[in-house]
């Protein structure tokens, strides 16, 4: 018969900064760092988050462009020649100067809701079964085949807009789908590439494409909306993202064994660092486990609640611009998207200074509650306080800039605690986590769309009030129950035969 024991641990393994402390005898010593082999894979998907991102916000500025009057007693599908109108009404300056004979359209700010967040619809779906499937099957195949049909999608956006609301809104479900997929298989990479004393920084540097990528969208679509039109925008970023998914085919491998060009030092120092965490041997989910843990459901009601903060300041900031000061297109592009450069140098600082603290010999749990404290709290204040500077043009852009840089210090925190509390199920946990902070995705645009059709005069104080609410009872539900040791359940367990 077979009898399942749990392996014996020491005094000394509580906790998980010890458990980092590994026997130095069985591992080579630190080899190169940035031109490693594994830097080379963080920065490969840092670009795939890069093109991701851009692919998924890419109609946060085009719909600048795309919509058109303020009499949305009609809500079809209607395209139109008029002067075009900023994403929720009232003039706007890039009026006349925007290519003749592009498509524009009369939706009405629910609509565009709506538009926003399908494709989150899909993307929850996926999540949670491509983080589980990319452990099964490689993260390579999930996330090279996502990258490939995203980019297929998007490139079919603006005939599916002419085609009709509902063939748009299909395709961008269906879209979220392969999104999803992107996102939430890459997380299986890191249980096999990453030193536990340097998962900070390299999942820093993985995770900072995701806010490089709006960057790069918002900056790049309102110069191509206004110069050659909207639908370039979607033919520019779906035509990138195809020679892209090539290249990930070719130069990602989903461990150090199998990488054709990896030294052998390197090889030897990334699975002995592992071997205490990942076990070779495929183990069944300890569900029941999973959903009595209050350390899970910390993490994942703290990625929900910062995920609301992230979807408004990546979704509604053009808009924000937009209807509060009134500037064209172009500009609204290049102010909106430079607050994600602060944000993708502050991740990566982040990382660095998060594996640094653990060097100095503080807690693992305390840094992660550091960097999440400090990635959500200052941020949603800043954006509170926003309906409360809109005569000050320059005092809004800062704050936007500091809350855009501090939020991203959270991919040294609560982004990756499922690598740390559950290192054999962290891509699953990822993917759930995800998943259900996908959401707040869904509902922050339907959500704030009605909002503003409701109360046009106070809809913007009220949509930041709310993001500051949330945000905040996320985060103090994880500083109670957040943890960062490995937790019982996620232990390698022993098979006896008797």
Excluded at 344 to 367: E, H, P, S
Excluded at 406 to 411: D, G, M, P
């Amino acid at each position: 018969m077979d009898t399942t024991t749990k392996l014996s641990s020491t005094a000394g393994e509580s906790k998980y900064s010890q458990d980092m402390q590994l026997d130095e005898k069985l591992i080579p010593r630190k080899v190169q760092s940035l031109c490693s082999v594994r830097y080379g894979m963080a920065f490969i998907v840092h670009l795939c988050n890069i093109i991701l991102m851009g692919q998924n916000v890419i109609m946060n500025i085009t719909m600048v462009a795309m919509v058109n009057s303020t009499d949305h007693q009609s809500q079809g599908n209607v395209s139109t020649e008029g002067l075009p109108v900023n994403s929720f009404g009232g003039p706007n300056e890039a009026a006349n100067s925007l290519p003749a004979g592009v498509p524009v359209y009369n939706w009405s700010p629910e609509i565009q809701g709506i538009i926003f967040g399908s494709i989150n619809y899909g993307m929850i779906l996926t999540l949670a079964p491509s983080g589980y499937l990319a452990g099964r099957v490689g993260t390579k195949r999930v996330v090279g085949v996502a990258l490939f049909v995203s980019s297929l999608l998007i490139l079919c956006t603006p005939l599916a807009a002419d085609l009709g609301l509902v063939v748009l809104m299909v395709s961008r479900i269906v879209h979220g789908i392969s999104q999803g997929s992107g996102f939430g298989g890459q997380y299986a990479l890191w249980e096999k590439w990453c030193p536990p004393h340097e998962r900070s920084r390299l999942c820093a540097i993985a995770l900072s494409g995701m806010a490089l990528g709006p960057f790069v969208a918002i900056l790049t679509g309102g110069f191509i909306s206004q110069v050659i039109g909207w639908p370039f925008a979607f033919y520019i970023f779906g035509g990138f993202g195809c020679v892209c998914s090539l290249l990930w085919i070719v130069l990602v491998y989903d461990d150090p064994v199998s990488h054709p060009w990896i030294s052998i030092s390197e090889k030897e120092y990334i699975t002995s660092s592992l071997a205490q965490q990942v076990s070779a041997s495929r183990q069944s989910l300890p569900i029941k486990d999973i959903v009595r843990s209050l350390p899970v459901w910390s993490l994942i009601l703290c990625c929900f609640s910062y995920q609301w903060l992230i979807t408004v300041l990546v979704m509604y900031t053009p808009s924000y611009i937009s209807s509060v000061f009134n500037i064209n297109i172009r500009d609204n592009g290049i102010v909106s998207s430079l607050p994600f450069v602060f944000a993708w140098a502050f991740g990566i600082l982040g990382g660095q200074v998060a594996d640094f603290l653990l060097t100095k010999n503080f807690r693992l749990v305390t840094v992660r509650k550091i960097a999440t404290v400090l990635g959500n709290l200052p941020s949603s204040t800043l954006v509170a306080v926003l309906p409360y500077l809109r005569s000050s043009y320059i005092t809004t852009i800062t704050f936007l800039f500091i809350s855009c840089g501090l939020a991203s210090l959270c991919q040294s925190g609560i982004s990756i605690n499922a690598l740390d509390i559950a290192p054999r199920h962290s891509s699953f946990l990822m993917g759930v986590s995800r998943g259900f902070a996908h959401l707040a995705a869904v509902l922050v645009p339907t959500v704030s769309g009605f909002i503003l059709s409701q109360d046009p005069e106070f809809g913007w104080r009220n949509i930041f009030f709310l993001l500051f609410a949330i945000n905040t009872l996320g985060l103090i539900f994880y500083i109670i129950f957040g943890e960062a040791d490995v937790q019982d359940w996620a232990k390698e367990r022993k098979v006896t035969r008797l």
